[in-house]
């Protein structure tokens, strides 16, 4: 069983609409991610939540984007008003500490 | 901002060959990872190195901590059909908050 499972594994949306993916890890955790990777190209950094808070967040993460833990479990990101270039796998991973990383299979984002 | 440089970029070999990829950076990191990512799939981690010069290995992996904590190696040895993929390297600096930073993957194709 995964330690992570992301929800869903492939979504479709037109561009303009709100999408939100979700991350459900199995154990409690500390830290949670979000990344992403464009087709073909390397795995880039989102955003970090530690606490219930954002710890950091990249450039990439601008307005559009938001996080939360709505539940004490559920980890989720937002992307408020989808454009093509948001198209992309979206990662969650988890770290008991700093160093564990694991990540999720991943949410195919598809914009049209 | 902090870049990885990872080559090869591709790599096409014969099954039991062994093979070596490796990652440099012009700034210091703490942290080294390695991953291996399958299509569809997120990022599983090989190996994680946490000192300068550290050599650790699981199975037939083989990884390095560059002395300099600036680069390091992954190899694979006696090459099997399964071990096609992406492999990428990451880098963690505690200065730069607790992100990872990754190089762009070097893709594995094995001939049987």
């Known amino acids: 069983e995964p330690e992570v499972t992301q929800t869903p594994s492939h979504q479709v949306t037109q561009m303009g609409q709100e999408v939100i993916l979700r991350c459900v890890p199995i154990?409690?955790?500390?830290?949670f991610y979000w990344y992403r990777q464009i087709l073909g190209q390397k795995v880039e950094f989102l955003v970090s939540f530690y606490n219930n808070e954002i710890s950091e967040k990249s450039e990439i993460f601008d307005d559009q984007f938001s996080v939360e833990r709505p539940d004490g479990s559920n980890f989720t990101l937002k992307i408020r008003s989808t454009k093509l270039e948001d198209s992309a796998m979206y990662f969650c991973a988890i770290g008991q500490d700093s160093y564990g990383y694991t990540f999720g299979s991943g949410t195919r984002l598809t914009v049209v | 901002g902090q870049q990885l440089n990872q080559s090869p970029q591709s790599m096409f070999i014969q099954e039991g060959e062994d093979v070596s990829m490796n990652c440099t950076s012009s700034?210091?990191?703490?942290?080294w990872l390695w991953y291996k990512q399958d299509p569809g799939e997120g990022p599983v981690l090989l190996i994680a190195?946490?000192?300068?010069?550290e050599l650790t290995s699981n199975g037939r992996l083989t990884a390095q901590f560059g002395i300099t904590r600036k680069d390091s190696f992954l190899n694979i040895s006696a090459s099997i059909p399964s071990d096609v993929g992406i492999y990428f390297c990451?880098?963690?600096?505690?200065?730069?908050?607790?992100?990872?930073?990754f190089g762009a993957g070097t893709i594995l194709r094995v001939k049987s």
């Open positions: 154990s409690n955790h500390l830290y």
């Open positions: 700034s210091i990191f703490n942290t």
């Open positions: 190195l946490y000192k300068a010069g």
């Open positions: 990451a880098g963690l600096d505690w200065e730069y908050g607790n992100k990872l930073v």
